[in-house]
């Protein structure tokens, strides 16, 4: 416990500590997501079609063992769209930005709470928008010679996902610019 | 390539290398480590596509951001010199009326003594 409290002696090996919490998590998540069935992915999945389905007005009611469904719009939210892969990139993506923050156990902790919290809620909110944007191109087809149906699918997602990090990314910037305890730069 | 073009890409490839990094470890990465790459052509495409579009939307973003910045800052320029052949406005951006000289005519109030020139 005095190693602890007294923890700003143990920062260089705090940060090395933190790397191999966040390899072990993403892991584990990445293990997770490839053994759990949908109902097991339901901490993601549900909060992602509840979103789903406020902004585009469908209705989204849960299939056993398949996902949610919206009969009306013909679409389902299934394993592959819960966006778990994203959340592992935006969480080791928010913990190296707040690398610097970790200079003892409880900092190492809090930043790693923040980026764990931080990763699920951009996967929510970033596969809403995929989702949704997925369900809008299935309603209005774009025609391009050499893309099929699946490509443009696929190219939107890259986008989605890609953009949604770097606006993470940006967001964890400007919010380290302002937050007490660290430098503010100009 | 114009040199503001090119020092802006650069800019903004080393501020996206995070996310990009992150990227593109998950994504290409862990399919890797998975034995993904024995999928042959198949994921050999899928990874063309996966790495290839990032940088290309990075591009994309820059070019717009500084043709847009041009376009404002000719359309700046353009505005000014119509404003100073109105008012003419120096190439110092001061108004030439309100430029400071070494004594300005001021009314006094209460009687008047004295020179009616006081220096600022």
């Known amino acids: 416990v005095k190693a602890f409290i007294d923890s700003r002696r143990l920062a260089p090996l705090t940060r090395p500590g933190v790397l191999i919490a966040v390899a072990l998590i993403a892991w584990g998540l990445k293990r997770h997501y490839a053994d759990a069935g949908t109902d097991a992915l339901r901490w993601i999945l549900q909060p992602t079609a509840t979103l789903v389905g406020v902004v585009s007005g469908a209705t989204f009611t849960v299939a056993p063992g398949e996902g949610y469904v919206s009969h009306e719009r013909m679409f389902l939210i299934e394993k592959s769209c819960a966006g778990v892969n994203f959340m592992i990139a935006a969480f080791a993506m928010v913990v190296f930005a707040l690398l610097a923050r970790v200079r003892s156990g409880a900092s190492a902790l809090s930043v790693l709470g923040v980026a764990l919290a931080a990763g699920y809620g951009a996967a929510v909110l970033v596969n809403t928008v995929r989702i949704t944007a997925a369900m809008w191109l299935a309603d209005h087809p774009v025609r391009v010679a050499a893309l099929a149906p699946a490509d443009v699918h696929r190219i939107e997602g890259i986008a989605v996902y890609f953009v949604g990090l770097v606006l993470l990314y940006e967001l964890v910037r400007r919010v380290e610019r302002v937050a007490p305890g660290t430098e503010v730069r100009a | ?120």
């Open chain 2, 1 to 120: 390539m114009s040199g503001t073009l090119r020092s802006a890409l650069g800019r903004t490839f080393r501020r996206a290398a995070l996310p990009l990094g992150c990227y593109y470890a998950v994504t290409l990465g862990l399919p890797i480590a998975n034995g993904a790459a024995s999928a042959g052509s198949r994921f050999v495409g899928h990874a063309l596509v996966v790495s290839m579009l990032p940088p290309m939307l990075i591009a994309m973003a820059c070019t717009l951001a500084v043709a847009a910045e041009a376009l404002r800052l000719k359309s700046y320029r353009a505005l000014r010199s119509v404003r100073s052949s109105w008012r003419g406005t120096p190439k110092s951006g001061v108004p030439s009326a309100r430029q400071r000289t070494g004594c300005t005519r001021v009314w006094r109030f209460g009687s008047f003594s004295g020179s009616p020139w006081i220096s600022l």
